[in-house]
T-cell receptor, first 108, second 114 residues
Framework: GQNIDQPTEMTATEGAIVQINCTYQTSGFNGLFWYQQHAGEAPTFLSYNVLDGLEEKGRFSSFLSRSKGYSYLLLKELQMKDSASYLCAVPAGNKLTFGGGTRVLVKP | KAGVTQTPRYLIKTRGQQVTLSCSPISGHRSVSWYQQTPGQGLQFLFEYFSETQRNKGNFPGRFSGRQFSNSRSEMNVSTLELGDSALYLC?????????????FGPGTRLTVL
């Protein structure tokens, strides 16, 4: 089976950097996804990592270490609109298994 | 290109009734997956369809069922509704067989069971 852990909630200040960690245990590995979900809205795709290392996309970066079963999402230059839940998910057996999500609150 | 659409967006039903939710994937996408999202359990996989065939099913009772049509549109049905079925039901589509390809989510159907 799959087990995915991420912190429940994080608070940060506008303009700062926040790192959201995700650890996973899975039988067979097909990459790791990060999604952003604003309250009351659908999850939107942020990134997909299948190889080790850091991938940068503007203010957002995602890192993967397959040997450690670990990923993180780095949000830089935080903006108020970044207040949302961030979900990591691993695919296995034709389905996505999601972590519980990390709610990020950005304060002025 | 239009995104994933789901209808209806909101639904109120009473216990014991049944409900059918509809999902139209992004044009050209052949895989449709359904998820249930609740505050307590988070996002949980229901089932995935590809080329009108159910390829995988999550850990939900048989009251939850679905199907996919030849145009890739999908429906899910919940029979004998229970209070605990109140949730946001999300569908997601991808180009090929999920989940290797990125899944794009629709806005969801918020179901309230009274």
């Amino acid at each position: 089976g799959q087990n995915i852990d991420q912190p429940t909630e994080m608070t940060a200040t506008e303009g700062a950097i926040v790192q959201i960690n995700c650890t996973y245990q899975t039988s067979g590995f097909n990459g790791l996804f990060w999604y952003q979900q604003h309250a009351g809205e659908a999850p939107t795709f942020l990134s997909y990592n299948v190889l080790d290392g850091l991938e940068e996309k503007g203010r957002f970066s995602s890192f993967l270490s397959r040997s450690k079963g670990y990923s993180y999402l780095l949000l830089k230059e935080l903006q108020m609109k970044d207040s949302a839940s961030y979900l990591c998910a691993v695919p296995a057996g034709n389905k996505l298994t999601f972590g519980g999500g990390t709610r990020v609150l950005v304060k002025p | 290109k239009a995104g994933v659409t789901q209808t209806p967006r909101y639904l109120i039903k009473t216990r014991g009734q049944q409900v059918t939710l509809s999902c139209s994937p992004i044009s050209g996408h052949r895989s449709v997956s359904w998820y249930q999202q609740t505050p307590g359990q988070g996002l949980q996989f229901l089932f995935e369809y590809f080329s009108e065939t159910q390829r995988n099913k999550g850990n939900f009772p048989g009251r939850f069922s679905g199907r996919q049509f030849s145009n890739s549109r999908s429906e899910m049905n919940v029979s004998t509704l229970e209070l605990g079925d109140s949730a946001l039901y999300l569908c997601a589509s991808s180009l090929e067989r999920a989940p290797a390809d990125t899944q794009y989510f629709g806005p969801g159907t918020r179901l309230t069971v009274l």
